[in-house]
């Protein structure tokens, strides 16, 4: 064999392949275990004399470094694979789901006031899930919520009231956080129900905080998503976690409180529950109620979705083939 003609072929070769082949493939290519060029040729060193082994032994691993080097210094994203000149057809991008598109945008609105974003696990304990948010065990709430349990005590959560409780007793006031999230429940599918949905906690606790605080914060928010135009309705409604507690309606985008069959021909859709946190909850969380009071909110997020883009069944929120603009 000429070791020397061989040496100029894998040199000139190499750097054809540098300029077509990725990273991976000439690594491959010449230094593979079993069919690399350069593995190749250093296998054939003890084959030769010892006095050409002398001559082309250095030659050989000089080469194997050399080339070892330029292909670490290759940079996969200066290369050209393509003729940039060439006009081509534009193709359909994507577009982010409705519903993260509205979880990033009221990220930012509560940000902006100061909250931090949160997360928490979708399995949870009854106690974090009903206890600690004043649903003692076999309270009629805990029916009516349908759960649906993994092991006794444990079960998939049914909101995300159960990431509250667990801020509310890992932290110490002030405390300003919110939480999207999925929650699940065992319900019939229909047009504006879901086994699975979305929704968003809010949690205020601090000295001197006041049901106005609540309401100002909630009018603010659906004013930044909807516009000036939205119409809200707030009305006393029973919750355990919060005393007193208010249900918060917003008008029907769909008939603008004509009725629909959206709306169930009531004009108004309710989006969110909120209140005043209750003084067991707050104490039950390690939080002094004698000191710090708080509010919390969690608003059902596919209705408002769907309401923000006119999406007249939540089954299309997650059909997979949904198209809106």
């Known amino acids: 064999m000429d070791i020397n003609q061989k ?59 050399e080339l070892e080097e330029n292909i670490n210094l290759i940079d996969e994203s200066s290369k050209l694979l393509i003729d940039e000149t060439i006009k081509l057809t534009k193709g359909e991008k994507g577009y982010l789901h409705p519903t993260t598109e509205t979880i990033r945008e009221m990220n930012n609105f509560f940000k902006f006031y100061g909250f931090s974003v949160v997360e928490g696990p979708e399995i949870e304990t009854e106690e974090y899930n009903f206890r600690k948010l004043n649903l003692p065990e076999n309270h009629p709430a805990t029916d009516l919520q349908d759960s649906l349990y993994i092991n006794p005590g444990v079960l998939l959560r049914t909101h995300t009231s159960s990431v509250e409780t667990r801020v509310l007793t890992e932290n110490q006031p002030p405390i300003r956080v919110v939480v999207p999230g999925k929650c699940f429940r065992n319900e019939t599918l229909t047009a504006t ?24 914060t909630l009018t603010d928010f659906h004013h930044h998503l909807f ?27 769909f008939c603008r409180g004509e009725g629909c069959s959206v709306c169930k021909y ?35 997020l596919d209705r408002l979705v769907m309401q923000r883009y006119k999406i007249d069944d939540i089954r299309k929120l997650y059909g997979g083939g949904i198209i809106y603009k």
């Not at 040199?11 to 190749?40: A, Q």
């Not at 009531?266 to 209750?278: K, N």
Request: overall charge positive; some cysteine.
């Open 7 to 65: 040496i100029l072929e894998i040199r000139n070769l190499f750097e054809k392949d540098v300029s077509i082949l990725g990273k991976d493939e000439i690594y491959l290519k010449y230094f593979s275990k079993n069919t690399g060029l350069i593995t190749g040729l250093i296998k054939e060193i003890p084959r030769l004399g010892i006095e050409e082994r002398k001559v082309w032994g250095p030659k050989i691993n000089s080469l194997s470094k």
């Open 193 to 216: 129900n879901s086994s699975f949905f979305y929704q968003y906690q809010g949690v205020v606790v601090d000295k001197g905080i006041t049901i106005k605080n609540l309401i100002q």
């Open 227 to 253: 516009g000036d135009d939205v119409v809200l309705r707030f009305r006393y409604k029973y919750y355990p976690e919060v005393s007193p507690g208010l249900g918060t309606d917003i008008q029907c985008r």
């Open 266 to 300: 009531r004009g108004y859709i309710e989006v969110l529950g909120s209140g005043m946190i209750h003084y067991n909850t707050l104490k039950m969380c390690g939080i002094d109620p004698e000191v710090y009071t708080g509010f919390a909110f969690g608003m059902g």
